[in-house]
């Protein structure tokens, strides 16, 4: 009911959310009669902010049409590599005239880079994809808003996104002959069930996986987030931030968790900053400081754009994550496209290079819950195995602003560079069908 009573809120919320738009342009225009004056400048300011918190937000675009690589601008084209139910894998395919980036372009390394599912879209790794882009080929999972999938389509499970990034893998490794795989927060734990899982059964791994900011032991330093899914039984959350998906959409019916309870949550963790933003945006305007007030328009329209998560994949998330810690205690068993049941073993993982970076001050992946993969994968060399903690960096520092750009990403490429140097060590495989005795060793673990 909860869904229905806000899809009808923001249904008679939108006129007015347009009129005060319209009032803010009519107010702001210089050739109006008002349009020069303070009162004018105050009324369009204070139309403009009601806009801005009544208006509906949509899924923002990557729009990364074009980069700079030296001296060279290089095109972009977006393309959908292949489409699943609940994810697109998208493919920003680089084109130039010039014949020796060219060339330095095919020679580039292909990296997929798994973005979270956990409230906001894929496009909130917009700076590292453009980043990466300099020197990778590179490839990120676009997960649908579970709102818009219809119940046809079937349920989406925990399982499934880690057998989605298990295809994505070898889809790359087949076009690339291998490729690196980048985690960044959520998905670092089903990223390395999938390719323990891959290493277990023989598979080709990729030959480095990164992974940043995000819960592997979600016991090491807990924040208010690992609180929220401790304190409550799953039971709680099922009663009160699941709910069905009402009609206007295509996933009439579907059980979900509501993108605007996300963002009702994501606001409460810190209110009066985001009431402050707000009142200074109201300042830029009335001052005419459009530079800050296109920053607050661009950092928002990312923030507030929220997708539903299914029901099935958030309550097995916050039980398998954050409640029996099934990765470190080892646990976990996932089921495969084939339905098998198989056991979560990151020891098997030998010819994977890992880098795990943190934040210094993460206050959702605390201190230590990303490192804690360093110990789990006990059969990674030392050598081919890294640590990084970024001082001054929050969560999102570590993927997104200048310390991404200046800090992060040059070892973030050297480490890629250096395991693709060193590919020898990887032997690859062919993809082999796994024995009735492996079966039975990894179901026994």
Known sequence: MLYQIYDTQRALMEPFADLAQAAAKALSNPLTPMGNSPMAHRLAAGYELLYRLGKDYEKPEFNLRNIMIGETEVAVQERIIKAKPFCELRRFKRFTDSESVLADMRGQPAVLIVAPLSGHYATLLRDTVRTMLKTHKVYITDWRNARLVPVEDGEFHLDDYVNYVQE??????????????????????????????????????????????????????????????????????????????????????????????????????????????????????????????????????????????????????????????????????????????????????????????????????????????????????????RHIEIQGAGHYGIFS????????????????????????????????????????????R
């Open 168 to 385: 994505f893998i070898r889809d790359l490794q087949a076009e690339h002959g291998n490729c690196h795989v980048m985690s960044v927060c959520q998905p670092t734990v089903p990223v390395m069930a999938a390719i323990s899982l891959m290493a277990s059964r023989g598979e080709m791994t990729p030959l480095s996986m990164v992974m940043m900011g995000g819960p592997i032991d979600a016991r090491r330093s807990p924040t208010a987030v690992n609180t929220l899914a401790t304190t409550h039984s799953i039971e709680w959350f099922e009663n009160n931030v699941i709910y069905r998906v009402p009609t206007t959409f295509p996933g009439v019916g579907r059980r979900v968790y509501p993108g605007f309870l996300q963002h009702t949550g994501f606001v409460a963790m810190n209110p009066d900053r985001h009431a402050q933003s707000h009142y200074d945006y109201f300042e830029h305007l009335m001052k005419g400081d459009e530079a800050s007030a296109d920053a607050h328009r661009r950092f928002y329209d990312e923030y507030n754009a929220v997708l539903d998560m299914d029901a099935d994949y958030y309550l097995e998330t916050i039980e398998t994550v954050f409640q029996k810690f099934s990765l470190v205690e080892g646990t976990w068993d996932v089921r495969s496209e084939n339905g098998e049941v198989e056991r979560v073993c990151p020891a098997d993982i030998k010819d994977c290079a890992l880098l795990t970076i943190e934040g210094e001050l993460d206050d959702i992946s605390g201190s230590g819950q990303t490192e804690a993969a360093q110990d789990l994968c006990a059969g990674i060399p030392a050598s081919a195995k």
């Open 401 to 444: 602003g200048s310390r991404w750009r200046n800090v992060v990403y040059p070892q973030v490429q050297a480490f890629i560079s250096a395991a693709e140097k060193n590919k020898g060590v990887t032997k690859p495989a062919a993809k082999k069908s796994v024995t009735t005795t492996a079966k039975a060793k990894r179901r026994a």
